[in-house]
């Protein structure tokens, strides 16, 4: 028997009702702030970009902070983050079109963030709605994943799974439903051993419904061999 079309109202509910206080766990106090910590959030955790970030931030919170800093400087900074290197050629690169293009204040369009070095897709997402409220959804792994196993959204492709969710998701809930699939990716549907057993999610997941099955079906025995 097919397995029942669960409402998206009925997913967004249950998740509000599951993380109702979500928020962006990159700690910042500006726009140029959160663009910096996402910048450095690539293959990193949130809570080690925080322990980097928060010594830093004292001293260099705007971009004029950053222009007579050398490479290596940078990266003295940083170098307890993955990529560290690159990253850190990006962000003095990033800050010095700010400054001298922007004013030292950070753009509010997709076209202008993503034009920074070491700003993609997801990262302009997150500044847009956090810094300024503007309405997106930043697919990174959790939102990915979770988004593909409850059905929210079905492909392989990052873009495309930002494209399906946009489209499934009222717009007025686009910046809280990312928060919601990120908080649920890391505290219920993980990677590896996803505790499917006890999310209050589970019968409308897709992904769940399917290692049900897969834990019910009996094991096949192999033919004995002829002696």
């Not at 928020?23 to 970009?49: G, M, W």
């Not at 070095?117 to 959790?142: E, M, Q, Y």
Request: aromatic share 6%; proline share 5%; charged share 25%.
């Amino acid at each position: 028997m097919a397995q029942r079309k669960v409402p998206v109202a009925d997913i967004l509910d249950n998740l509000q009702q599951l993380y109702p206080d979500a928020h962006c766990e990159l700690n910042y106090t500006t726009p140029f702030e959160l663009l910096i910590a996402t910048i450095l959030s690539a293959q990193c955790t949130d809570k080690r970009v925080n322990e980097i970030t928060a010594p830093m931030f004292q001293q260099l919170n705007q971009p004029e902070h950053y222009l007579h800093l050398t490479q290596e400087e940078m990266e003295e900074h940083i170098k307890g983050l993955g990529l560290y290197k690159n990253k850190s050629k990006n962000i003095l690169e990033t800050c010095r079109i700010l400054y001298e293009k922007y004013n030292s204040e950070v753009p509010q369009t997709h076209a202008e963030l993503e034009a920074l070095p070491g700003v993609g897709r997801k990262t302009a997402n997150v500044v847009l709605s956090n810094a300024f409220g503007i309405p997106a959804i930043a697919v990174d792994t959790h939102v990915f994943r979770v988004g593909n196993r409850l059905g929210l959204a079905n492909s392989d492709n990052v873009d495309e799974v930002e494209r399906q969710l946009m489209k499934r998701i009222p717009k007025e809930k686009w910046t809280d439903a990312h928060h919601w699939l990120i908080w649920h990716g890391r505290r219920v549907c993980s990677s590896r051993n996803p505790q499917c057993g006890s999310c209050t999610l589970q019968s409308m997941c897709k992904f769940a419904q399917a290692e049900a099955k897969k834990a019910k079906k009996p094991a096949t025995k192999k033919p004995a061999k002829a002696k």
